[in-house]
T-cell receptor
Framework: AQKITQTQPGMFVQEKEAVTLDCTYD???????LFWYKQPSSGEMIFLIY??????QNATEGRYSLNFQKARKSANLVISASQLGDSAMYFC????????????????FGQGTILTVHP | DAGVTQSPTHLIKTRGQQVTLRCSPI?????VSWYQQVLGQGPQFIFQ???????GRGNFPDRFSARQFPNYSSELNVNALLLGDSALYLC??????????????FGAGSRLTVL
């Protein structure tokens, strides 16, 4: 079973508008973390935002916010005021708790969503 | 400060050959993880090392091995290369290894093509 599902292979947005990238996850571990990374064509994965499973409030980092709906097991990324430089591949990833015997180095990634920002 | 550096950036090998990829973590980071990213997919976890000890291993064959040196740099070795090993190999470093909120900082990767 897919642990991280990103159902949008590609998304388009007009510059200065907001866009939501979807992510659903599957885990039975009560302790987990959710991450979003951006990968430009250069290949480097750039960390954007983190949400812990016990965090009461949605995480925000500048123009990025994470819409965390625990009961629905979703962790959607919202980018406000899109910029041309936001055009890239975006990955949602999950780290499960150590109680599951999983290395904390292990992030499980989704398939990614290609975001294109139009001028 | 320098980020995570990887070398070589690109390389071409033929089937059956062996390859060594290198990674230098951010200064002060003691944990290094390796990921394989096949074209069109998300990265997949290969190994994590901390203080020169293996702390985690993904679902990869024994042809894949790695080690971490006293200066925390790391090497990933792949023996008996197959066409399916063609991928972007990403190295990530972090301060610690055992924190759930631990953020991995990735390098730009080594792109391996196997012919």
């Amino acid at each position: 079973a897919q642990k991280i599902t990103q159902t949008q292979p590609g998304m388009f947005v007009q510059e200065k508008e907001a866009v939501t990238l979807d992510c659903t996850y599957d885990t039975s571990d009560p302790s987990y973390g959710l991450f979003w990374y951006k990968q430009p064509s250069s290949g480097e994965m750039i960390f954007l935002i983190y949400q812990g499973s016990y965090d009461q409030q949605n995480a925000t980092e500048g123009r990025y916010s994470l819409n965390f709906q625990k009961a629905r097991k979703s962790a959607n990324l919202v980018i406000s005021a899109s910029q041309l430089g936001d055009s890239a591949m975006y990955f949602c990833a999950m780290r499960e708790g150590y109680a599951g015997g999983t290395s904390y180095g292990k992030l499980t990634f989704g398939q990614g969503t290609i975001l294109t920002v139009h001028p | 400060d320098a980020g995570v550096t990887q070398s070589p950036t690109h390389l071409i090998k033929t089937r059956g050959q062996q390859v060594t990829l290198r990674c230098s973590p951010i200064s002060g980071h003691k944990s290094v993880s390796w990921y394989q990213q096949v074209l069109g997919q998300g990265p997949q976890f290969i190994f994590q090392y901390y203080e020169k000890e293996e702390r985690g291993r993904g679902n990869f064959p024994d042809r894949f091995s790695a080690r971490q040196f006293p200066n925390y740099s790391s090497e990933l070795n792949v023996n008996a290369l197959l066409l399916g090993d063609s991928a972007l190999y990403l190295c990530a470093s972090s301060l610690v290894w055992d924190s759930g909120a631990n953020v991995l900082t990735f390098g730009a990767g080594s792109r391996l093509t196997v012919l």
